[in-house]
């Protein structure tokens, strides 16, 4: 099964994958939804037309969102999603990239990158 990893503007993240978007979502934090923000980068992972992972990227060079699909979790699908966010960071010409999280072994993955 190959991967592919695509960054898209927010225009073509919601035109192609807003759907399956809403239920990853679901899936990785309850009760948080998909907003259609034009400011954002969308980073993607997908295989066989199947979505499996993104996060995001806002002007003020925030991290936002990571989320795999559990079937894929640990196959370092989020590392190379975060890594392209943060490559892509210096775009808006803002200090950063900054990267929230709420759990302590979060910190200790994104500090491993």
């Given amino acids: 099964m190959t991967i592919y990893y695509?960054?898209?503007?927010?225009?073509?993240?919601?035109?192609?994958w807003k759907e399956p978007a809403v239920l990853l979502m679901k899936e990785c934090f309850d009760g948080f939804l998909i907003e259609n923000n034009t400011s954002h980068i969308w980073f993607v992972a997908s295989s066989d037309d199947e979505l499996i992972?993104?996060?995001?990227?806002d002007t003020q060079n925030t991290?936002?969102?990571v989320c795999i699909t559990k079937n894929f979790r640990k196959r370092k699908i989020g590392s190379k999603l975060v890594i392209m966010a943060i490559e892509?960071?210096?775009?808006?010409?803002?200090?950063?990239?900054l990267l929230y999280?709420?759990?302590i072994e979060n910190v200790r993955f994104y500090e491993s990158l």
């Fill in 101 to 103: 999280t709420d759990t």
């Fill in 63 to 65: 991290i936002w969102n």
């Fill in 53 to 57: 992972g993104f996060t995001t990227l």
């Fill in 6 to 16: 695509h960054t898209l503007t927010n225009e073509e993240f919601m035109k192609n």
């Fill in 88 to 97: 892509k960071a210096d775009y808006f010409n803002k200090p950063g990239p």
